[in-house]
């Protein structure tokens, strides 16, 4: 009783920790962004998305070097799923949320080329091996390094400054330690999070890809789940999508790149059911944006039903 009682603890103490690390990253990140003259639009696509993934890198980096495959890649599968069916279905229950065309031209189509290599790299050997994720890898090099070209071809336009979170710039040595704090943080919070995750599915019996699809994935999702919720509450309905959409994006290339290259990662307890239902959602999604001027409170409630009945399944196949 006591071990349990210990884990869970240091299970939730992880989640915690997660969660304040990705938002210490964020504000000393930003701050030394600012100082570096980058545009608060290139902040917002490139470092915030990462920030808030952060948690999902450190989980999965962790695990795999430990040798949890299905927890690496479940996560993030899961975290994709989570995001789209929960999160942008939540949101959109608060408050519409209209569609950017920005994310249209270039954002979703690169969410659904990377989930489609995603599942080629699953299909051919049941994980992604080192120069597969190199591969993935140098595509969120290019997909920052283009944000960060366009924005300053075309500048900060007026209409985007509507849709930014005022930020405050703070001393920068108290930015660097910010930054090194919530790595930290970040750091020790995965190793307590799998640590837990791990045990649960070892005494319960529940396979790590289930663990990691579910308890996992939601855990790691807490900043995507404050920002998007926040937003839509706000009714900054453009921070709600779009922290939603650069997260999935940067989940897919940066942490199925960077994993595998430190570790090729093995996945077998996931199936193409999970990998399906990440691009599907996905699909899903980019429909109702094609289609609609924005997303209603219809579609939100299609998503989380979607999403419900994803959990009630797999929660089935343990039972």
């Not at 020790?188 to 529940?206: D, E, M, N, R, W």
């Amino acid at each position: 009783m006591v071990v349990w009682l210990t884990n869970i603890l240091l299970g939730i103490l992880g989640g915690v920790m997660l969660y304040y690390g990705a938002e210490f990253l964020v504000k000393g990140g930003v701050s030394i962004a600012l100082k570096f003259k980058v545009s608060p639009l290139v902040i917002g696509l490139t470092l915030v998305a990462f920030a808030t993934s952060a948690p999902e890198l450190a989980v999965s980096i962790d695990a795999s070097l430990k040798g949890h495959g299905d927890v690496a890649m479940g996560n993030v599968v899961g975290s994709n799923i989570c995001n789209i069916a929960l999160i942008l279905g939540l949101s959109a229950l608060i408050a519409p949320l209209p569609i950017n065309k920005k994310l249209l031209k270039l954002d979703m189509p690169l969410m659904m080329a990377a989930s489609l290599l995603l599942l080629l790299f699953f299909w051919l050997n049941n994980g992604v091996n080192r120069w597969q994720g190199a591969l993935l890898f140098a595509g969120v090099v290019s997909y920052t390094v283009w944000s960060i070209y366009s924005s300053r071809q075309e500048g900060v336009s007026e209409d985007d400054g509507g849709d930014e979170v005022e930020i405050k710039e703070v001393n920068t040595f108290l930015s660097i330690g910010l930054v090194i704090a919530g790595l930290l943080t970040l750091v020790f919070g995965a190793k307590f999070f799998v640590g837990c995750a791990a045990f649960i599915a070892t005494k319960l019996g529940v396979p790590e890809a289930i663990i990691a699809l579910t308890v996992v994935a939601f855990g790691t999702s807490l900043p995507e789940l404050a920002t998007s919720v926040v937003a839509a509450l706000k009714h900054e309905q453009d921070i709600a999508i779009g922290n939603v959409v650069g997260s999935n994006i940067f989940n897919i290339l940066c942490i199925m790149g960077i994993a595998p290259m430190i570790k090729p990662v093995a996945a077998q307890g996931i199936t193409f059911l999970d990998m399906g239902l990440m691009i599907g959602i996905a699909a899903l999604l980019w429909i109702m944006m094609i289609f609609g001027k924005k997303i209603n409170r219809a579609e939100g409630a299609l998503l989380l039903v979607i999403n419900f009945l994803y959990v009630g399944f797999l929660v089935y196949k343990v039972l």
